[in-house]
C-alpha cells in the first residue's frame, strides 16, 4: 500500500524537470512570510492528506476524526521543517526528523493526547511512504562520478564497519532489530539508513528514534574534530597535495554520519576535498537498498523460533518488506530516465526530479517521527537499554573512523595513484 500511495508522488517528482512552477509550489518554505509560501503549505497539506486519508480507507483504519487530528499532526511537523531551516540550524547539520521527535516528545509527555488524535498517528505508515520516494534521490550514476576507488572503498567500509558494529551492539545486548539500525546509521548515511533499516526491521519506534537522535547530535562535534584530525594526520602520509585532498575527502566522506555535515566538514579542508567527500558519500548512500535488501532477506529467513532456514521464494516473498522494492524500483526508473536522457536536465548535477522526490520523503519522514515522538515516553529514552545504545554507537563510531581512514589512504593514496585511476 505504501509503495502504490507513493507511485503518483514520484510521478508528480518526474513532471518536476519540465515545469519551474511544479518545483516552486512543492517546495518546503523556509518561512511563512508570503503568499507562495502559504501556497505551498497548503498544497503539501492536500497531498498528505489524500494520501492518508486513501490509505485509511483502503487498509479500513478509522476515518473518523482523522482530519483534524492531521491538522495538528502536519502543523508540528511544519513548526519542525521549518525550525530546521534556520541557518543556523541547517549549518550544525540538525535536520527536520531531530524536531519532529523533540516536539512529539514535548506534546507526549507534557499534554494529554485525546482519542480523537489518534487517527493520524500512524509513523511506520509514513516512514514507508518517504523511504519509497527517497529512493528517487538515489541514482546508479553516482557509482559512476565516483569511481572504482570510491566504489570499493565504499563497499569495504560499509561491510565490514556494519558487521563490526552489528556483533558489537550484540554483544553489549542491544535487541538485534535496533543493533542492525544502529549498524546502518553508523555505516551508510545516518538518518536515512536508520529510517530504511527501521522500516524494514520493525525496530521498536523508541529505539529508532533515540538512534536517530544520537547520529545527529553526534555529527556535530565531528564536523570540526574531522577537518582538523584530517589536516594534521594526512600530510604526514604524502607531500602530494593533491592526493592529500582526495584522502582527507574521502575520510571525511565515509565517517559523517550526515549529508549536510559532510559538506560542512570537507568545506573547511578545501574544493577538492569537499567534491571528493560529496562523491564518496552519495556512494555510500546508494548502498542503502543493498543493506536493506540483505537485511530483509536475513529476516525473513529466520523462522518463529527464531533459527535460520533456507528460505524459499514463497516464505522470503511473503515476509519481505514490499516498500523495500518499492525504493528499489524508484531508484532504477529514475536512474533509467536520467541516464537515457528522458530528463530535460539530465546532464545536472543535482536533477530536479530527484530534488522533489527528497523534499516529499522529507516531509513524510517528518510526520512519521511527530508520530514516534507522540507514542514515547521520556523515561523510555533515558532508561538503561538505551544507554548502552550509545555506547555501542559510540563505540563503533570510532572504529569506523580507524578503519576509514586506512580505506581512503590505500585507495585513494595508494592505489589510484599507482594504477592511474
Not at 505551498?40 to 490509505?55: D, H, P, Q, S
Not at 523510555?380 to 569506523?400: C, H, M, P
Request: aromatic content about 12%; hydrophobic content about 55%; glycine content about 8%.
Amino acid at each position: 500500500m505504501a509503495t502504490l500511495l507513493a507511485t503518483p508522488l514520484l510521478a508528480i517528482a518526474g513532471l518536476a524537470g519540465t515545469s519551474t512552477k511544479i518545483r516552486e509550489v512543492l517546495a518546503i518554505p523556509s518561512t511563512l512570510h508570503s503568499t507562495s509560501a502559504w501556497i505551498n503549505i497548503g498544497l503539501l497539506f492536500l497531498i498528505a492528506f489524500i494520501t492518508i486519508y486513501i490509505g485509511n480507507r483502503l487498509l479500513h483504519r478509522p476515518l473518523q476524526g482523522l482530519f483534524w487530528s492531521f491538522v495538528i499532526l502536519f502543523s508540528i511537523s511544519l513548526v519542525a521543517q521549518l525550525v530546521a531551516k534556520i541557518p543556523c540550524v541547517k549549518y550544525y547539520g540538525f535536520e527536520a526528523v531531530f524536531f519532529s521527535v523533540i516536539f512529539g516528545l514535548i506534546v507526549r509527555n507534557c499534554l494529554h493526547i485525546p482519542e480523537w488524535m489518534r487517527p493520524a498517528i500512524q509513523g511506520e505508515f509514513f516512514i514507508k511512504i518517504g523511504v519509497v520516494c527517497l529512493g528517487a534521490t538515489i541514482l546508479f550514476r553516482d557509482f559512476v562520478t565516483s569511481g572504482v576507488a570510491g566504489i570499493i572503498q565504499a563497499c569495504i567500509v560499509v561491510s565490514c564497519v556494519w558487521l563490526f558494529a552489528f556483533g558489537l551492539a550484540r554483544k553489549m545486548r542491544v535487541e538485534e532489530r535496533a543493533a542492525m539500525t544502529l549498524a546502518s546509521g553508523v555505516t551508510i548515511c545516518g538518518v536515512s539508513a536508520c529510517i530504511a533499516t527501521g522500516g524494514v526491521t520493525k525496530v521498536n519506534e523508541r529505539h529508532l528514534s533515540y538512534i536517530i537522535s544520537v547520529v545527529l547530535i553526534v555529527a556535530v562535534p565531528m564536523i570540526y574534530l574531522m577537518p582538523l584530525l584530517a589536516k594534521w594526520i594526512v600530510p604526514l602520509l604524502t607531500e602530494d597535495v593533491a592526493v592529500q585532498n582526495e584522502i582527507m575527502g574521502a575520510w571525511i566522506g565515509g565517517t559523517i554520519d550526515t549529508t549536510s555535515g559532510v559538506a560542512a566538514a570537507s568545506e573547511m579542508v578545501g574544493e577538492e576535498a569537499n567534491k571528493t567527500a560529496m562523491i564518496v558519500k552519495a556512494t555510500q548512500n546508494v548502498l542503502i537498498g543493498v543493506v536493506a535488501f540483505c537485511v530483509a532477506t536475513y529476516l525473513a529467513s529466520k523462522s518463529g523460533d527464531g533459527r535460520l532456514h533456507r528460505p524459499s521464494l514463497r516464505m522470503v516473498w511473503e515476509k519481505f518488506p514490499k516498500f523495500v522494492l518499492g525504493f528499489i524500483v524508484a531508484s532504477l526508473v529514475f536512474s533509467l530516465l536520467q541516464s537515457n536522457h528522458i530528463f530535460p536536465d539530465w546532464e545536472a548535477r543535482k536533477l530536479a526530479e530527484s530534488t522533489t522526490a527528497k523534499n516529499f520523503s522529507t516531509f513524510f519522514f517528518s510526520l512519521a517521527f511527530v508520530c514516534i515522538g507522540m507514542d514515547t515516553r521520556l523515561k523510555d529514552i533515558v532508561s538503561r537499554e538505551n544507554r548502552t545504545i550509545l555506547y555501542a554507537f559510540l563505540t563503533a563510531q570510532g572504529i569506523n573512523i580507524i578503519v576509514t581512514f586506512f580505506v581512503a589512504w590505500l585507495m585513494f593514496g595508494v592505489v589510484k595513484p599507482m594504477l592511474g585511476w
